[in-house]
């Protein structure tokens, strides 16, 4: 059974909640992206003595506001009913089937089931409409951007892959140290509880520390492309580019560089799912 079939039974059975939630969040995200596009309209309409530009910004980010307000709102409570009823199937169908050690330690690892569902599947679509969106946008200013901008995607996607691969590993093992701690626990022996703690702070600092060279290597590209980007522009700067196109330019760079950032963060979280899947045996949980 895949992977994924799991997510796909819990989308079926909340899916006016998820598509409602999801929807709100695809809006807002379009107005995050829309945002530096019409700063620099407005921009442009002031130093010519022109205020439609400000009015579009302010009308764009106050529904952008009216929009993020409520899918917060909305989001803790879908999402804590959906766990709830996860944790309940999980928990109720284990009852007296795992020892009580792997029985905690799944009611932990089904928060973080969910958690990809709540936070990790919105920073997928965020990085989408950065990395996409901002690559379509930045065509209307200038293509030689686009270029570099794609260049930079394949050291990108191996550093990525890479990455995914190393923490989905040492997050098994962290899981599988996580699994005995109600044991150890119960145990009283405190040389064991000493190396139990001991043990998972040692995994907590592996992928900490794998977190971190992957960030300073993640950093290093998007200074890369910032920095020949730039290089890049300096021709055009002199064919009367207007001010509001070179604040959109910048803009969008960035918003390109932050969704890098998240594509090797979105390979971890899925080599992590598929560990939590095989562990819990997910598929089972729904009918």
């Not at 969008?252 to 095989?278: E, V």
Request: with cysteine; net charge neutral; charged share 20%.
């Amino acid at each position: 059974m895949s992977d994924f079939t799991p997510l796909r039974k819990v989308f079926a059975q909340h899916r006016s909640r998820l598509v409602l939630t999801y929807t709100l969040f695809g809006l807002e995200m379009l107005g995050t992206l829309l945002r530096p596009l019409f700063l620099g309209r407005a921009v442009d309409g002031l130093l010519d003595g022109h205020y439609l530009g400000l009015i579009q910004l302010i009308v764009v980010h106050a529904a952008y506001l009216v929009v993020g307000t409520i899918r917060h709102l909305y989001d803790t409570r879908t999402f804590t009913a959906i766990y709830t009823d996860f944790v309940t199937r999980l928990l109720a169908r284990e009852i007296g089937k795992e020892d009580v050690s792997r029985l905690s330690a799944h009611s932990q690892l089904a928060r973080q089931f969910i958690d990809f569902l709540e936070f990790d599947f919105n920073y997928v679509v965020e990085a989408g409409y950065n990395i996409l969106g901002s690559l379509i946008l930045l065509m209307f200013y200038d293509r030689t951007v686009v270029v570099i901008c794609l260049l930079i995607l394949v050291p990108v996607s191996r550093l990525s892959y890479l990455y995914g691969r190393r923490t989905e590993q040492l997050a098994k093992g962290a899981n599988d140290e996580l699994e005995r701690q109600v044991d150890i626990i119960a145990s009283s022996d405190p040389k064991q509880i000493q190396e139990h703690y001991t043990s998972l702070r040692r995994w907590q600092v592996r992928l900490s520390d794998q977190e971190a060279w992957n960030f300073g290597a993640m950093e290093l590209l998007a200074l890369v492309v910032i920095t020949v980007s730039l290089l890049a522009t300096t021709d055009i700067t002199s064919e009367n580019l207007q001010a509001g196109s070179i604040i959109g330019i910048y803009q969008y760079i960035q918003k390109f560089t932050s969704g890098l950032d998240t594509i090797p963060y979105t390979i971890q979280r899925i080599g992590a799912l598929r560990d939590l899947t095989r562990r819990m045996a997910l598929e089972r949980v729904t009918p």
